[in-house]
């Protein structure tokens, strides 16, 4: 442990990671809920809060030979109305002046894989913790409109960009104390989110150069998904029952479902344009 001007860093490898942000015992799914706000910016205007979020993901690493470890994710965010706090299922777009479907985020599952030389660097703060942030920058083809052809069907909630772009960024802190515990998770951990991105595909406004940005922060929640908050443990039992547990194996290569992948699905377009109430029910998928 280095000291510099009185701040404490430590570096942090995989494994500790994993017990900051989940669990090193496979058999165990962790559960972290957040809430936090999502606001528009356009240059020249004003910046709006569209609406308030509140989400949640459960969680499993597991460790691979080559010492690297899978993290395998369910995760479900709601979009409320930022007056009310209740679950939108419609929404009036002020740059289209139209109202939409609300696609809640239902991403199941959702992959991240650390490898085994993964290094990062925690600075202590007041009170004994410590906080390690992280950013990472996010390009790929756009899953909506990989070549950016206009005369896709998918063209009005993907537009003219050929490549999708965001950058997202956590700050996890936790306790000093239970850091330097033996205990498989850092139980008290707290999670600081951003996350910038083009409009979401069900506002069908793409080409507004309008960007989004997510502000949350959120903590593990101890005892599962039955202490939720109400409004997330009522989706679950009701709509998204393979939400209660993680994953227990990958399913597919890759880092899984997006926002954005999961509105390409047919079934999805067509419950969008249908006006269904999301998120739809999604069963268990055997992982």
């Known amino acids: ?98 109202d939409v479907t609300v696609v809640h985020v239902a991403n199941n599952p959702v992959y991240q ?10 600075r202590s703060q007041p009170g004994g913790s410590y906080a390690v942030q992280i950013s990472i920058p996010l390009a790929y083809p756009n ?12 063209y009005p909630y993907a537009g003219p960009q050929a490549l999708y772009s965001a950058i997202e960024s956590f700050t996890f802190a936790f306790p000093g104390a239970e850091f330097d515990s033996t205990e498989a998770s850092v139980p008290s951990m707290q999670v600081y989110w951003t996350r910038t991105s083009p409009l979401l595909p069900f506002m069908a406004t793409p080409a507004t150069n309008v960007s989004l940005l997510f502000v949350a922060n959120g903590a593990k929640i101890q005892g599962g998904w039955e202490n939720l908050s109400p409004v997330l443990r009522d989706v679950i039992e009701t709509r998204l029952p393979a939400y209660k547990e993680a994953p227990t194996s990958r399913d597919r290569p890759g880092g899984g479902v997006s926002s954005w992948s999961y509105f390409t699905r047919p079934e999805v377009l067509q419950a969008y344009k249908d006006g269904a109430a999301f998120p739809l029910s999604d069963p268990p998928l055997g992982a």
Do not use: C
Request: charged fraction near 20%; proline fraction near 7%.
């Open 143 to 154: 899953p909506l409109n990989p070549s950016g052809d206009q005369q896709s069907p998918l």
């Open 1 to 98: 442990m280095d000291k510099v001007n009185s701040v404490s860093k430590r570096t942090l490898n995989a494994s500790d990671l994993v017990r900051i942000r989940a669990s090193t015992d496979e058999s165990k799914s962790t559960v972290v809920e957040w809430q936090g706000q999502v606001l528009s910016y356009l240059p020249g205007e004003r910046p709006k809060v569209l609406f308030k979020v509140q989400g949640m993901s459960i969680t499993r690493a597991k460790l691979l030979e080559n010492g690297s470890y899978d993290l395998m994710t369910r995760e479900v965010q709601l979009y409320l109305d930022p007056a009310t706090n209740d679950v939108l299922h419609t929404w009036h777009n002020p740059w289209s002046d139209r």
């Open 113 to 122: 894989n650390l490898p085994a030389t993964t290094t990062f660097e925690a």
